[in-house]
């Protein structure tokens, strides 16, 4: 299978670098997959959104993200994050109560945004 370089970036982590067959990432225009030899584009990323990764090993690595941009070019596809955290890294008890007890909707649509990333991951 076509591979592609990729990698995901946040302010405060370098998260991974490595080939994917293929990237999805919800961004403002709606949710976009990116495969080897896509065409050239930037798009910006929802405040709390979802990146899939599809590794070129087979490994399915997903994120949560809370802005930033996604930049693809013919050699590269880049995730630059404002923060993110891996799926596998959030604790759901921690993320559910966060999400019953938010004071704010920023605080809530994190939370929310985690747990659909458990979720993404948990899926086949």
């Not at 809370?66 to 993320?95: C, M, N, Q, R, Y």
């Not at 999400?99 to 909707?105: C, G, M, R």
Request: proline letters at 2%.
């Amino acid at each position: 299978m076509a591979e592609i370089a990729a990698q995901l970036v946040a302010v405060e982590r370098a998260l991974w670098t490595g080939t994917a067959t293929s990237v999805t990432a919800q961004t403002t225009e709606g949710e976009i997959g990116v495969l080897p030899g896509h065409e050239p584009l930037l798009g910006q990323l929802v405040e709390n959104g979802v990146v899939v990764i599809r590794t070129g090993e087979g490994e399915k690595k997903v994120a949560s993200v809370k802005g930033g941009f996604l930049s693809v070019s013919s050699e590269k596809i880049t995730i630059l994050a404002d923060s993110a955290v891996w799926a596998d890294e959030v604790d759901v008890a921690d993320a559910e109560s966060r999400l019953q007890n938010a004071e704010s909707e920023t605080e809530k649509a994190q939370a929310e945004s985690e747990l659909r990333a458990v979720k993404r991951l948990q899926e086949k």
